[in-house]
């Protein structure tokens, strides 16, 4: 049997890291309000305790912003910050407060789906003055330079913006975030003999802490240093949100998804490479489907001897921006998945954005029964011997 260990930012969290969205938003604010004092060093300690970030990061601030020793590197942060129209509107949407990125993505969706709906209504390439989006009507055209932008022209500004703000998150994390000390292990992650990782997160931190033997499968890319605007791999956009034939013929926003991107900067293709070797380790499994079309799929419960596979989910909200990848390694018949969760609250989340992953019926069938195939396990209580119960 092979353990499978799937994060996501939770893992993070749990370690004590700040990465959550009001994390990372709180930095960059901080770099666009010091910006104009940079080179004068005119910044007094109750300026930045202000923002209410982590002292190990204000520590590495002073290191690397505040010092004579700036490298380029935090030069980019600084320009990336400038005028930057996601940034700016993050920092004065009614989401500032909250804290987990699926927030950050969701108002991402909510903004590119309200200019596309405008965009298909009008069905032309004309000057931005004429739409009805909220979000374009009240703040892109009080900050634009040019009010005559067209469509065209503001897309390809939303995306530059877009991938500018991501360069700086990958920053934060490689340059600040992989820089801060994790002392101690997770009795619970050290417990575990995983062979394989699959990480939502862009960190490092399992390989700091733990074995660096598994197989390491960055989902959605890693944080880098030594990365650019150009060459950063790093995944961060929305799910599909059309239906039907649409999702062939309106690409006008194709950019902006995570699915595109995966492709693009290839962080996809490992993981295809992983599922299609857990098929082909199958017992009393047939399927005539694509390999690739993973929604489609319904899996019946055979024995326990089928399962070759335990999938742990330790830190990851199971939301639907991912349920694609969710679904391709949870719905396999010899897959046993077990997810952890910290308190009832997050279980009960954890339990409903299942539901739109994997549809009601199916849920039930790997919940229940002699040969259930999900088990849900408080992080805090848990022993080895759960899972075979």
Same mark, same amino acid.
């Given at each position: 049997?092979?353990?499978?260990?799937?994060?996501?930012?939770?893992?993070?969290l749990?370690?004590?890291?700040?990465? $959550?969205? @009001?994390?990372?938003?709180?930095?960059?604010?901080?770099? $666009?309000?010091i910006?104009?004092?940079?080179?004068?060093? #005119?910044?007094?300690?109750?300026?930045?305790?202000?923002?209410?970030?982590?002292?190990?990061?204000?520590?590495?601030i002073?290191?690397?912003? !505040?010092?004579?020793?700036?490298?380029?590197? #935090? &030069?980019?942060?600084?320009?990336?910050?400038?005028?930057?129209?996601?940034l700016?509107?993050?920092?004065?949407?009614d989401?500032?407060?909250?804290?987990?990125?699926?927030?950050?993505?969701?108002?991402?969706?909510?903004?590119?789906?309200?200019?596309?709906? &405008?965009?298909?209504?009008?069905?032309?390439?004309?000057?931005?003055?004429?739409?009805?989006?909220?979000?374009?009507?009240?703040?892109?055209?009080?900050?634009? @330079?040019?009010?005559?932008?067209?469509?065209?022209?503001?897309?390809?500004?939303?995306? #530059?913006? !877009?991938?500018?703000?991501?360069?700086?998150?990958?920053?934060?994390?490689? &340059?600040?975030?992989?820089?801060?000390?994790?002392?101690?292990?997770?009795?619970?992650?050290?417990?575990? #003999?995983?062979?394989?990782?699959?990480?939502?997160?862009?960190?490092?931190?399992?390989?700091?802490?733990?074995?660096?033997?598994?197989?390491?499968?960055?989902?959605?890319?890693?944080?880098?240093?030594?990365?650019?605007?150009?060459?950063?791999?790093?995944?961060l956009?929305?799910?599909?949100? !059309?239906?039907?034939?649409?999702?062939?013929?309106?690409?006008?926003?194709?950019?902006?998804?995570k699915?595109?991107?995966?492709?693009?900067?290839?962080?996809?293709?490992?993981?295809?490479?992983?599922?299609?070797?857990?098929?082909?380790?199958?017992?009393?499994?047939?399927?005539?489907?694509?390999?690739?079309?993973?929604?489609?799929?319904?899996?019946?419960? @055979?024995?326990?001897?089928?399962?070759?596979?335990?999938?742990?989910?330790?830190?990851?909200?199971?939301?639907?921006?991912?349920?694609?990848?969710?679904?391709?390694?949870?719905?396999?018949?010899n897959?046993?998945?077990?997810?952890?969760?910290k308190?009832?609250?997050?279980?009960?989340?954890?339990?409903?954005n299942?539901?739109?992953? !994997?549809?009601?019926?199916?849920?039930?069938?790997?919940?229940?029964g002699?040969?259930?195939?999900?088990?849900?396990?408080?992080?805090?209580?848990?022993?080895?011997?759960?899972?075979?119960?």
């Amino acid at each position: 049997m092979s353990n499978i260990l799937l994060i996501g930012n939770g893992f993070d969290l749990a370690h004590k890291l700040p990465t $959550k969205y @009001t994390d990372f938003l709180n930095f960059m604010q901080l770099i $666009k309000y010091i910006q104009p004092q940079i080179d004068t060093h #005119n910044i007094s300690l109750n300026e930045i305790n202000c923002y209410n970030l982590d002292p190990r990061i204000i520590s590495l601030i002073k290191q690397k912003l !505040l010092s004579s020793e700036r490298t380029p590197i #935090n &030069d980019e942060l600084i320009e990336y910050s400038i005028n930057n129209i996601w940034l700016d509107y993050f920092v004065q949407c009614d989401m500032h407060g909250l804290e987990n990125w699926i927030d950050f993505e969701s108002e991402i969706s909510n903004v590119i789906q309200s200019l596309d709906k &405008d965009l298909g209504e009008k069905n032309v390439y004309s000057s931005i003055e004429q739409l009805s989006t909220p979000f374009l009507s009240t703040f892109i055209l009080s900050n634009a @330079t040019n009010t005559s932008y067209t469509y065209k022209q503001l897309i390809d500004t939303l995306l #530059n913006d !877009l991938n500018k703000l991501i360069r700086c998150f990958e920053i934060y994390l490689a &340059d600040y975030i992989d820089n801060i000390q994790c002392i101690n292990p997770l009795p619970l992650i050290s417990s575990l #003999n995983i062979d394989c990782i699959l990480s939502f997160n862009y960190t490092q931190t399992y390989l700091k802490l733990y074995s660096k033997n598994p197989t390491f499968y960055y989902i959605h890319g890693r944080a880098d240093t030594n990365n650019s605007l150009e060459t950063n791999n790093m995944v961060l956009g929305i799910d599909e949100y !059309l239906k039907n034939d649409e999702k062939k013929t309106k690409i006008e926003f194709i950019e902006f998804k995570k699915f595109y991107q995966r492709i693009l900067k290839q962080t996809g293709s490992d993981f295809v490479e992983l599922i299609d070797n857990i098929r082909a380790n199958r017992i009393n499994y047939d399927f005539d489907a694509d390999p690739i079309e993973y929604e489609d799929f319904i899996y019946t419960s @055979t024995s326990k001897s089928d399962i070759l596979y335990t999938l742990y989910i330790f830190g990851h909200s199971l939301d639907k921006t991912d349920s694609d990848i969710l679904h391709a390694i949870i719905c396999n018949p010899n897959v046993c998945t077990v997810i952890f969760y910290k308190d009832l609250d997050q279980k009960r989340k954890q339990i409903a954005n299942l539901v739109n992953v !994997l549809g009601p019926d199916e849920l039930i069938n790997k919940t229940g029964g002699l040969y259930k195939r999900i088990t849900f396990v408080d992080q805090n209580n848990y022993s080895p011997s759960i899972i075979s119960q």
